[in-house]
């Protein structure tokens, strides 16, 4: 493939990633603002040779996800806040049973049926586990289209290398906007992956079971132990984008678009002398603890601005617990938040901390 | 004097006892599909679909790769799993609880897509597993611990008959009830079973067999008594018969 630059939403950059990661099963139900991604499947995706079928429900679709995933095959659902609620069913199920698969949650406003908007609700539900159960889900947070398009690739990877489901949270900002993408060569199929344990038919072996229940005395204790370790193996992946941190004596905390729009406050902040930073944290989970606490270590102030009432600036909290302490500042649901909003509050909390 | 063998257990089926309560005919349920299985010759290339309900060791006896479904979803994940390797011979096995109650959603839709599947519906009329509450099969006066003075049509609906509405979905190739209470109904029943895997195997479509069963336990009779009340209450109310046949379209 040509490294040509294109034009797409980064809906259609999380279409394209998941697809040269080598995607053989797409199953999803349409919800604003994510719609882009099931209609870019049911065109490429049987032209690459997987399944594309838009299920009854987003039950459904990550029940379906659930069968394809037990078969070893890179499946994938994507939708937004409600329907991820739903699938928090399937996606404990997929946990328990140690299947990977990807589950990408383009976010709007909450509760309930909220709005169509842009929002990043839903962080406590992605990163405590969501669903039922001692559990918890790699998440990542792509901030642009190219992000969101290597991001998506890389999930799929951890997802097998882990056995584990992998959430992409974006918001409806990055679904909906529009970035030059450079697509990268597709990734060719792995025939061995999954090997060891994906249903195939019980030829010439004993036959499998992949399951989540586990009854006889003690099987649970020792499974959920055994998760626990893959999640403290996890950690080590941590992820964040750091920005003119080393000098800062605020250091703004915040992920994915408002990250991203939060990174323009910084830059016009600096042009007017403030000596502030960003960190964006990447990964959601593992959440890059070790980062923010050698930077409270070194002195520094936080501010978590979130596009939601204040859920990441617990994790912020408890990483630089006993150092520091975390400004917050939230963007409210419905709006689309801008450099200038932030620019104000970052140097309302820069000046709080020097009085 | 030589031996002539003429019956003995299915490759297919474990040399292990059951959980099942006595007189449970779950255990001849799926004894027909490992039977079947057997015959073909299909056990390494099949993958089950097992629920959740009383038979959710399935796994346990019939020794074929597997999948575990949450509570009513086994359609969903079946059709996963047989999209991404359409090779297969892939079934589902479910209770009335879970394929008509909480899953009804998911059985309503693969069956409307067709997806080339075999479903596999005990009919209990009750919740086996959790104790004996009311399902949507429960008979109109039928007591269970939902409905101690009996299920009432005002407050609960009509008892849900699986195998006619199956058969009026056009993805649906066949659909039959059948009983497992006689030995004469046991051959219909294998008979039934077989057509039910035949026709996604011969891509026509779904195939779906619902199976009156007994629950002894839950309906607090004995496993004689229990086999009497299938011919007495179940029969009249959920016919016997092939409501739909592909093969044999307009004859049934
Ligand atoms: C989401 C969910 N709700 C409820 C249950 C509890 N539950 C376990 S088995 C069962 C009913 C099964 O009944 P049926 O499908 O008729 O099968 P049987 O036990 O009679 O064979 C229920 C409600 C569950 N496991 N999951
Ligand atoms: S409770 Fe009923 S369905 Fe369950 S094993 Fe016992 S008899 Fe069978």
């Not at chain 1, 964040?240 to 991203?260: K, N, P, Q």
């Not at chain 2, 999209?83 to 079934?91: I, M, Q, T, Y």
């Not at chain 2, 619902?210 to 299938?230: D, F, G, S, V, Y």
Request: proline content about 6%.
């Amino acid at each position: 493939m040509k490294s040509e630059r294109i034009f797409v939403k980064g809906n259609e950059a999380v279409a394209m990633g998941a697809i040269d990661a080598g995607l053989k099963a797409y199953f999803g139900y349409p919800i604003t603002p994510q719609n882009e991604i099931p209609e870019y499947m049911c065109e490429h995706l049987p032209e690459a040779g997987g399944a594309f079928v838009q299920a009854e429900s987003e039950v459904a679709s990550i029940n379906m996800v659930l069968g394809a995933a037990a078969m070893g095959v890179r499946a994938m659902t994507t939708s937004s806040s409600p329907g991820i609620s739903l699938m928090q069913e399937g996606i404990s199920y997929l946990a328990g049973s140690e299947l990977p698969c990807v589950i990408v949650n383009m976010m709007r406003g909450g509760p309930g049926l909220g709005d169509i908007n842009t929002a990043q609700a839903d962080y406590y539900q992605s990163t405590r586990g969501g669903g039922h159960g001692d559990y918890r889900t790699p998440c990542l947070a792509p901030a642009s289209c190219q992000e969101a398009y290597e991001l998506t690739r890389e999930a799929f990877d951890w997802a097998f290398e882990h056995r584990t489901p992998v959430l992409i949270v974006g918001d409806a900002i990055l679904g909906q906007m529009k970035e030059p993408l450079t697509r990268r060569a597709p990734r060719p199929a792995d025939p061995a992956e999954g090997q060891d344990w994906r249903l195939s038919g019980a030829q010439g072996r004993p036959a499998r079971i992949i399951r989540s229940l586990r009854l006889a005395e003690g099987t649970l204790a020792r499974h959920n132990l055994g998760l626990q370790a893959k999640y403290d193996a996890l950690q080590g992946l941590a992820r964040a984008d750091c920005f003119l941190t080393e000098d800062a004596d605020l250091v703004v905390v915040a992920f994915g678009s408002i990250g991203r729009i939060a990174k323009s406050a910084v830059r016009k902040l600096r042009a007017r002398g403030l000596k502030v930073g960003l960190v964006r944290p990447v990964t959601l989970y593992p959440f890059p603890s070790a980062v923010l606490r050698d930077l409270a270590q070194a002195g520094k102030r936080f501010l978590t601005i979130e596009h939601n009432m204040g859920q990441m600036v617990d994790d912020v909290r408890l990483a630089v617990r006993g150092i520091a302490d975390s400004d917050f500042f939230g963007a409210l649901p419905g709006n689309l938040p801008t450099p200038d909003e932030f620019e104000e509050a970052i140097a309302k909390a820069c000046a709080g901390g020097r009085s | 004097m030589s031996e002539n063998i003429v019956f003995q257990r299915p490759s297919v089926m474990a040399d292990v006892a059951t959980h099942y309560c006595p007189g449970c005919q779950h255990g001849v349920v799926q004894r027909l599909v490992a039977e079947y299985i057997d015959s073909r010759q299909l056990a390494e290339k099949t993958v089950m679909v097992t629920s959740i309900g009383c038979s959710v060791l399935l796994y346990n006896y019939l020794l074929m790769d597997a999948v575990e479904a949450p509570h009513g979803r086994a359609p969903a994940v079946a059709t996963g799993v047989k999209r991404v390797a359409p090779d297969k011979v892939v079934f589902a096995y479910q209770g009335d609880g879970d394929l008509a109650s909480i899953g009804m959603a998911e059985i309503m839709h693969a069956a409307n897509r067709g997806e080339r599947i075999t479903i596999i519906f005990v009919n209990n009329t009750c919740y086996g597993m959790t104790g004996g509450q009311m399902a949507p099969t429960t008979l109109i006066g039928q007591k269970t611990t939902t409905c101690p003075s009996g299920r009432c049509a005002s407050s609960a609906g009509l008892p849900l008959r699986m195998a006619e509405i199956m058969a009026g979905l056009p993805g649906v190739a066949y659909a039959s009830r059948v009983a497992v209470n006689t030995t004469k109904h046991i051959a219909q029943a294998k008979k039934a079973v077989r057509m039910a895997f035949d026709a996604p195997l011969n891509d026509q479509g779904m195939g779906f067999v619902e199976i009156l069963a007994t629950c002894p336990t839950n309906w607090k009779m004995t496993p004689l008594a229990a086999n009497q009340r299938i011919a007495d209450e179940m029969i009249p109310y959920f016919p016997l018969g092939t409501f739909k046949d592909a093969k044999n379209a307009g004859a049934c």
